[in-house]
């Protein structure tokens, strides 16, 4: 079993590899699109990578590349027409300023021997709405204002200069997405995600992979099953849990709750927002907030440390704390459990 295993991953490992398209590679056939005035692109391949960017209309195109699944990359053109035509059924068309490009088997069953990757890349104006599915490479997406909604099975989503409604999902690559705004909703099983420069409402998701943030304003939602998590220079609202790795946050100027079962949280917070909540049921809090400011304090660990506390009223016993700092105010309630609650005001 573990042998027929490792057949099915490297074969899987050749095909998703031959999926991915270099800057210099000649494509198969190209369509120009610049007299059709696009406003949306729909793609569907099971082997192949998508990418789709804005640009001028006048160089509106959609190029096809074509790559064999046994990682032989020299097929003629010959060849592949043959393998073509014996195969796959390939449709692009052009219909009420709609580019579609649908790639469907001709039977099932068929030799990976035989068989390729199909992969396209589209060119169209900035104003424009996708609808992308590729089962075997990535999708990419730059440039673009609409509403965009893609999904791969075993690739990476590449997101960059996107503004409006993003809905992205991968079951088996990381999410790399910059300079975008608006609505953001990204989702792996199996990889990490690299977000930045990002403002709007955000969801980021991953069940097998690390969370890496850096510079995003608005509503923030990130969770990872199976990895850690950091940020940095965050602004607005940030939710952020792990199930059993660390979270360290730097330069937070934004409400915040934080959770984790397992390890330790480290946050900094240069301003605070509306409230700071930070849960974690199996390791310590360690938490840094600007002096002077009205807090409501609620603390509670195995043991808790805090420095030079201005204007507290309350009580404190071991294990626990509660009162105000200078008369009160942001919420701050922080849950160790068996752990160590560090609190450092400065």
Known sequence: MKK????????????????QLNDNETPYSTRLLSADNIQSVEVRTSGGSISVKGNSGSDARIEMY???????????????????????????????????????????????????????????????????????????????????????????????????????????GSIHVSNSHDYIDLETSGGSI????CSGTIKLETSGGSLHLDNLKGTIRAGTSGGSAEGSDISGELAIETSGSGIRLRNLSCSLEASTSGSSIDVEMTTLGKYVKIDNSGGNINLTIPKGKGVDLTLDGDRIKTNELDNFRGSQEEGHMKGTLNGGGIPITLDAGGGRVNLTIR
């Open 194 to 197: 690299e977000a930045s420069n």
């Open 4 to 19: 027929y295993f490792l057949l099915f991953a490297i074969t899987c490992g050749v095909y998703a590899a031959n999926a």
């Open 66 to 172: 074509v790559h064999s699944s046994n990682g032989n990359n020299t097929l003629t053109k010959e060849e592949i027409k043959q393998r073509l035509d014996e195969y796959y059924n390939v449709d692009i068309s052009v219909s009420n300023h709609k580019v579609t490009a649908i790639v469907k088997e001709k039977r099932n069953n068929i030799d990976w021997r035989r068989g390729v990757s199909i992969s396209f890349r589209v060119y169209v104006p900035q104003n424009v709405s996708t609808d992308l599915e590729t089962s075997g490479g990535s999708i990419s997406l730059a440039d673009l204002n609409g509403n965009q909604k893609f999904e791969t099975s075993g690739g990476s989503l590449h997101v960059d200069d996107l503004a409006g409604h993003t809905v992205g999902s991968t079951s088996g």
